[in-house]
């Protein structure tokens, strides 16, 4: 059974509309990353979140983890052609700093001009 | 740019045989995770080197094997290819301990005839 869900699995909306991706887990998160990736290209690292309740900022993106440590969710305000793409969160369950990350199936953006 | 590279970028084998693909970690990253991505899904961790030592391993047959060097560049071998190891193979590098950020190289993309 999938253990790290995303949800929406795909987003379609028109540019300057805000959106929401979440990423649900089973179990205590210790370290939870978000990337997003291009079609058949690599994970470009976007946000890495620890604590509980920690959120952060990067131009119009951010990302939370709430207090629980199992759900993070990723806000995109005002979105913009270059933000479609894939965009993946991955767990770390060790507790360890290890980076042996379990991601979720994705949730392909595409952005309306 | 992360400063992880891969190579090749694609290659294409014949079941049955064997193959390496090749990962340069960011400078001061004495970690590297190879990830596999098959199409539709999100990366799935394959193992990890630390130090030039197999610091942990997913899901996969002992058919897939790796080395780390001195550089902390690493390899990752793939004997007797079947048709379902054709994916994007990712490589991420990290420097151990909690709290860094764990960036992906382009990624090799194999198709396997």
């Known amino acids: 059974s999938q253990e790290l869900e995303q949800s929406p699995q795909s987003l379609i909306v028109q540019e300057g509309k805000n959106l929401t991706i979440n990423c649900t887990s089973s179990k205590t998160l210790y370290g939870l990353y978000w990337y997003k990736q291009k079609y058949g290209e690599g994970l470009i690292f976007l946000m890495m979140?620890?604590?509980?309740?920690e959120e952060k900022s990067h131009e119009k993106i951010t990302a939370k983890l709430d207090e629980k440590k199992q759900q993070s969710s990723l806000h995109i305000t005002a979105s913009q052609p270059s933000h479609a793409g894939i965009y993946l969160c991955g767990a770390d369950w060790s507790g360890a700093g290890s980076y042996q990350l379990t991601f979720g199936k994705g949730t392909k953006l595409s952005v309306i001009p | 740019e992360t400063g992880v590279t891969q190579s090749p970028t694609h290659l294409i084998k014949t079941r049955g045989q064997q193959v390496t693909l090749r990962c340069s970690s960011q400078?001061?990253?004495?970690?590297v995770s190879w990830y596999q991505q098959a199409l539709g899904q999100g990366p799935q961790f394959i193992f990890q080197y630390y130090r030039e030592e197999e610091n942990g391993r997913g899901n996969f047959p002992p058919r897939f094997s790796g080395l780390q060097f001195p550089n902390y560049s690493s390899e990752l071998n793939v004997n007797a290819l079947e048709l379902d190891d054709s994916a994007l193979y990712l490589c991420?590098?990290?420097?151990?301990?909690?709290?860094?950020?764990?960036?992906f190289g382009q990624g090799t993309r194999l198709t396997v005839v």
């Open positions: 991420a590098s990290t420097q151990g301990g909690t709290g860094f950020e764990a960036f």
């Open positions: 979140l620890q604590k509980g309740g």
């Open positions: 400078s001061g990253h004495n970690t």
